[in-house]
């Protein structure tokens, strides 16, 4: 079984996630989309749970896919689980310096981990998390951006965190 690690913070998930993880479910016999803790976004819109629950809603018609969350080194929860590839989305050249750093670093760790990217799909090619909680604070409409089975929850928080602020 050719098992795919689909990383990210996922803080919120967009139709950008949600296309990339459909895609690579697509290649792999089992997909483990696994929210990861970001040490350079340390202020958190949703909780890894509260994320792990609505990736979960967005993927259940996904057979083949999972959802968990990792706090530690990818490679070695890529190992733990068997896992022969992770699986990394890029929307644009900037991404692909960072990405491709850690690619090396995840090789060096778990030689026997392929690292693959997936462009993005040109829809979605503009599209962060960033740009959905940026939209969503000034009052834009996010339904385009985000899955709608999670698209009321995203509001309600991002509007009601910037109310706080």
Do not use: W
Not at 7 to 21: A, N, Q, W, Y
Not at 52 to 74: A, F, P, Q, Y
Not at 86 to 100: H, M, N, P, Q, T
Not at 149 to 157: G, H, L, N, T
């Amino acid at each position: 079984m050719k098992i795919a690690i689909c990383p990210g913070s996922f803080d919120p998930v967009t139709k950008g996630h949600l296309d990339i993880i459909r895609r690579t479910a697509n290649m792999f016999d089992k997909v483990i989309v696994v929210v990861m803790h970001n040490y350079h976004k340390p202020n958190s819109y949703f909780t890894a749970d509260e994320r792990v629950e609505l990736l979960s809603r967005c993927t259940k018609d996904i057979e083949n896919v999972t959802v968990d969350m990792h706090e530690g080194l990818l490679a070695s929860y890529a190992k733990e689980k068997g896992a022969v590839a992770i699986v990394k989305g890029l929307r644009a050249v900037s991404d692909f310096d960072y990405e491709f750093q850690q690619a090396l670093t995840n090789k060096k760790l778990s030689p026997e981990i392929e690292t693959v990217f997936i462009t993005a799909n040109s829809d979605y090619m503009y599209l962060s998390s960033s740009v959905v909680k940026q939209v969503c604070e000034f009052g834009g409409d996010i339904s385009d951006f985000v899955p709608a089975e999670v698209c009321d929850d995203i509001i309600q928080r991002i509007r009601e965190r910037n109310s706080r602020i």
